[in-house]
């Protein structure tokens, strides 16, 4: 067994659904386990609308599977109903079990979708936050969100997009304020719960007051 030198604060993280990892103690065959949780992480890296992976996209050397054990834990994963398996003429396709892995299967069953997603195990997470936290990227937002990994640390962004989201304010030009205001004026890493009113003001007014004005 090679040792692991552990977890990094710069690398992606996907997302388990608690009522998955309620389920553990009830799978009990290794392949299965191994598909499912798979799917779970390849799907989070899929970039596009579609939200399914064909047979191939199981890979066997990532896995530590061989086909015939990929097929018997996808024949599983179907059984117990994490995944779900949907087919037209562009091929077959599985996909999660979840509100969205849902909707692109009946849309995908329906034709209204064809199977286009590119799949980047690279993602970076500042994109997964502006997805999960605003809404679907463009390729202007994308070219934007790439600069901002340049010029700032990844650290950072999930506590500006954290703020963002506790203020109301979807929006990316708030978020990259917050992350130039660190930049230029230093982050102040305090949280005192004395000063609770100062820290509500902080990225409410001044240079962030054009984001609250009312018509």
């Not at 009946?106 to 199977?115: D, H, L």
Request: glycine share 6%.
């Amino acid at each position: 067994m090679n040792s692991f030198n552990g977890f990094t604060s710069s690398e992606t993280f996907t997302q388990i659904p608690d009522s998955f990892l309620r389920l553990i103690n009830e799978i009990d065959d290794v392949a299965e386990l191994k598909v499912t949780l798979y799917a779970i992480y390849r799907i989070e890296h899929l970039e596009g609308n579609f939200r399914g992976l064909s047979e191939s996209d199981f890979e066997d050397e990532a896995l530590g599977l061989s086909v015939e054990q990929i097929q018997l834990g996808l024949n599983k994963s179907l059984e117990r109903k994490t995944m779900l398996k949907t087919s037209h003429e562009a091929g077959v396709f599985y996909f999660l079990n979840s509100p969205r892995g849902r909707l692109s299967a009946e849309a995908f069953a329906n034709g209204q979708i064809r199977p286009t997603q590119s799949y980047n195990p690279n993602k970076s997470n500042v994109f997964k936050l502006y997805e999960e936290n605003i809404g679907a990227l463009t390729p202007l937002i994308a070219d934007m969100l790439r600069d901002a990994e340049k010029k700032y640390p990844s650290v950072w962004f999930e506590e500006a997009f954290e703020i963002a989201v506790g203020r109301n304010v979807r929006n990316w030009k708030y978020i990259n304020a917050i992350l130039n205001s660190w930049k230029e004026n230093g982050k102040d890493e305090r949280r005192d719960s004395k000063d609770s009113i100062q820290d509500a003001k902080r990225y409410t007014e001044g240079e962030f007051s054009e984001f609250f004005k009312r018509d």
